[in-house]
Nanobody, 126 residues
């Protein structure tokens, strides 16, 4: 079992920045993927970014086109934590952001992730 706890959401003005954190505890395989998804009110959950690693080394990061160049995903192996640095936020980024994890090879598909955090609200005012 893997437990995920997100933090760092909040209210920010358009153009501002926030950093989300997701702390993982429990068992993770040496080859693993963790990702960020978001769900706006009345919409389906959508992919934002994932980071994949093997043997302790980050091997791949991927972003949705809508956030590319503005968001950066990173990982602190010692803390078993991933981060999502969000810059130049737009009103359309408003959503509940979820952290996900799974022993997968890196995917944008929601259903392929085994573990989910409780979500953290990000609200961007225009």
């Amino acid at each position: 079992q893997v437990q995920l706890v997100e933090s760092g959401g909040g209210l920010v003005q358009a153009g501002g920045s926030l950093r989300l954190s997701c702390a993982a505890s429990g068992r993770t395989n040496s080859t693993y993927t963790m990702g960020w998804f978001r769900q706006a009110s009345g919409k389906e959950r959508e992919f934002v970014s994932y980071i994949r690693w093997s043997g302790g080394w980050t091997t791949w990061t991927v972003y949705a086109d809508s956030v590319k160049g503005r968001f950066t995903i990173s990982r602190d192996n010692a803390k078993s934590t991933i981060y999502l640095q969000m810059n130049n936020l737009k009103s359309e980024d408003t959503a509940v952001y979820y952290c996900a994890a799974g022993p997968v090879a890196g995917t944008r598909e929601v259903y392929k992730y085994d573990y989910w955090g409780q979500g953290t609200q990000v609200t961007v005012s225009s």
